[in-house]
């Protein structure tokens, strides 16, 4: 009986610090991401990881509000603490990992694509659009394409119907839902590509208690099945769940 009274007043006191650092805790995205994040038509801040962030938070008992940033200053607002979280579709990789931390992935790793307006597109001796900063670019420039850099997705889209680029190339569930409602304007081409090690919530490497905090509530919500449900809910009976 001591020993449980001992670890629940741990627990308290572990809250009760953490609440004291982060009386609000400032959850930063980019809002341009669907369906992971976007603006809704209210203005306001949408998509699977809105929807997540906001059971994570209540889960962990914390007052959260969400805040947009362009994805090219995403990691570097985060760091001057501008917020104190990114839940922005980012996966999570070892090159991001120094200079970030990042919790356990609340989306397993999937596969990135290309889309086309042509079966015939050029993917490797071509241009290629991706978004700026994302590892989708990175792959393009190893794979010797001529990459074409945009800071929104919705422009490497635009890139492509404009016949600036051949292809573009990007995170295939953000893909999906553009080519079914293209009417067959777009298509995917070529082979998918697996890349990332899944997508994460970034925080700042001295956010410790924050990122256990958050890891319990990504836990819980893996070990009840609300995660897997969110994840069919907004991505498909397709989608790849835990």
Not at 168 to 176: E, G, R, T
Request: glycine share 10%; net charge negative.
């Amino acid at each position: 009986m001591n020993k449980l009274i001992l670890t629940t007043a741990l627990t308290l006191a572990g809250s009760m610090a953490l609440a004291d650092a982060h009386s609000v805790v400032r959850m930063g995205t980019e809002g341009a991401y669907a369906p992971y994040n976007f603006i809704n038509d209210d203005g306001e801040v949408d998509g699977f990881e809105r929807e997540l962030g906001d059971e994570l938070c209540a889960r962990a008992e914390l007052t959260c509000e969400w805040v947009t940033n362009d994805w090219d200053s995403i990691i570097p607002n985060l760091v001057s603490s501008n917020y104190d979280t990114i839940m922005a579709g980012m996966s999570i990789t070892d090159e991001r990992e120094e200079v970030i931390d990042f919790t356990q992935d609340y989306y397993p790793p999937t596969a990135s694509a290309y889309v086309a307006l042509s079966e015939d597109a050029d993917l490797l001796g071509g241009v290629v659009a991706a978004q700026t900063s994302t590892i989708q670019a990175g792959h393009v420039t190893d794979t010797g394409a001529a990459l074409l850099e945009f800071p929104t997705p919705e422009e490497t889209i635009a890139a492509v119907r404009a016949g600036e680029a051949d292809a573009v190339f990007a995170d295939k569930d953000f893909l999906v839902p553009l080519v079914d409602a293209s009417g067959g304007e777009l298509m995917f081409v070529g082979d998918e590509v697996p890349l990332g090690g899944g997508i994460g919530m970034g925080l700042r490497e001295s956010d410790t208690e924050l990122k256990e905090t958050m890891d319990a509530a990504i836990t819980s919500m893996k070990e009840d099945g609300t995660l897997n449900a969110m994840l069919i809910k907004w991505f498909g009976e397709e989608t790849t769940t835990y």
